[in-house]
């Protein structure tokens, strides 16, 4: 079991940047592409990968003397925020973690070839969407049996999620075969934002409200262009955090490269997913029927090619750290959730179609359950670390995967229920 472990984890340790590739390759090779052809794709699938963390990185950068701002007004917060990628890496010390991965891949043949179904997911990087869960399961009631229960069963909702969303992912962002298969994000944040659309229809004069960055940009010419729309964003944060016009103007232009750089980053990948998705299809056709479909699950990054997101981001990250002195009871400062705002947005803006107020109002509700619900289950997130072996020093932590991964929740609210 050791030994499978430091298998799984050398595998995982690569990074999405690695693996894709390999993956995509793999893929091709699979579903009949010559083998330049399915190393061209991977190749491009990888290349647009790391271009889109780069420039996610730049947006973390850019926004960092906002976030020292508010920073600097926080003290007497009693427990650590400890960031999703320490909170992912410990989810794979649980004893029953390598027996997941051969476990989800062959729930997911099992689901295509026997039940029809039509998501593939390569997105093994995200699989402590539901290790996370499943550990905490394991710490809550000291069960390894439950652990894994609770890990294959997301993994199987998580696939057929996955295939539910797909029609309406592939028609607003344009990424065909492939659907988003992040657990998280597709089980709380979507259904969270189409619930509060629903309420938006109802609501007289707010319900024709429509602003959009097509229309934005046909209604202000090129000062409604993406580009000027983040330099605009940019400027305005700087000056509402009294920083110097240098930092104000760098600001400016890191959020409008951001908006500029995301979507070329996104188009990259689709030039490898392209063709993989006809090859898929191709296959299934053969091999399950006409009428069958395959399509590929991704990480919820490739949704961030909607401008629409990063501004929504921009403008949450400053409202996510000001929770921290809204939200009554707050014992941790909201660092590590600055990490996942922008990966939020995504689905706050597929559920709105577009509509930039209403994307930016889920977006910012959404923001404040995810530090609601991590500031509410900080014992719960603190056990689930006791069992990974992460020193803490003696000081609770949480993370957000305890404010935005559904199961956490669910778990956490049983347990307090019937122990």
Not at 16 to 42: E, H, R, S
Not at 283 to 300: C, P, Q, R, S, T
């Amino acid at each position: 079991m050791d030994t499978l472990l430091e298998v799984t984890q050398s595998i995982i340790n690569m990074g999405a940047v690695v693996l894709l590739p390999i993956f995509i390759l793999i893929l091709g090779l699979v579903f009949g592409m010559k083998f330049g052809q399915a190393l061209k794709a991977g190749l491009m699938v990888g290349i647009g990968f790391n271009g889109l963390n780069l420039v996610v990185g730049l947006l973390t950068t850019t926004i960092k003397p906002v976030s020292d701002y508010y920073a600097a007004m926080g003290s007497g917060f009693t427990t650590l925020d400890l960031g999703f990628a320490v909170t992912g890496a410990a989810s794979w010390t649980t004893p029953f973690a390598p027996l997941c991965v051969p476990l989800f891949v062959l729930a997911n043949f099992i689901l295509i070839f026997v039940f029809k179904r039509k998501v593939f997911n390569v997105d093994m990087w995200n699989f402590i969407h539901f290790l996370i869960p499943a550990g905490l399961a394991y710490a809550l009631w000291g069960n390894v049996v439950i652990g894994l229960l609770v890990a294959v069963s997301l993994y199987v909702i998580d696939l057929l999620v996955a295939e539910m969303i797909a029609p309406k992912w592939q028609e607003y962002f344009g990424l065909e075969g492939t659907t988003c298969s992040t657990f998280s994000f597709i089980t709380f944040m979507y259904p969270l934002s189409w619930l509060l659309n629903r309420v938006f229809d109802r609501i007289p004069g707010f319900k024709d409200l429509d602003i959009n960055m097509d229309q934005l940009e046909n209604k202000l010419g090129p000062f409604g262009e993406s580009a000027f729309i983040g330099l605009f964003v940019g400027i305005i944060l700087g000056v509402l955090t009294q920083q110097t016009v240098s930092t104000t103007l760098s600001i400016g232009m890191g959020i409008a490269s951001v908006l500029i750089l995301v979507p070329r980053m996104v188009t990259v990948m689709m030039e490898g997913m392209t063709p993989i998705g006809n090859a898929a299809s191709s296959f299934m056709k053969k091999h399950v029927g006409e009428d069958a479909e395959l399509w590929i699950g991704m990480d919820v990054a490739l949704g961030l090619g909607d401008p629409a997101c990063v501004t929504c981001t921009a403008i949450c990250l400053p409202i996510t750290i000001l929770f921290a002195f809204i939200i009554p009871g707050m014992t941790y400062f909201p660092i590590g959730l600055l990490t996942i705002v922008c990966y939020t947005t995504v689905f706050c803006v597929m559920a709105s179609n577009g509509n930039l107020v209403r994307s930016l109002i889920c977006s910012i509700v959404s923001m404040f359950l995810i530090a609601f619900f991590a500031n509410l289950f900080v014992p719960e997130a603190t056990a689930f670390l006791s069992v990974t072996g992460v020193d803490l020093g003696g000081s609770a932590a949480t993370d957000g995967f305890f404010g935005f991964n559904l199961a956490d929740i669910l778990l956490s609210l049983v347990h307090r229920l019937i122990g």
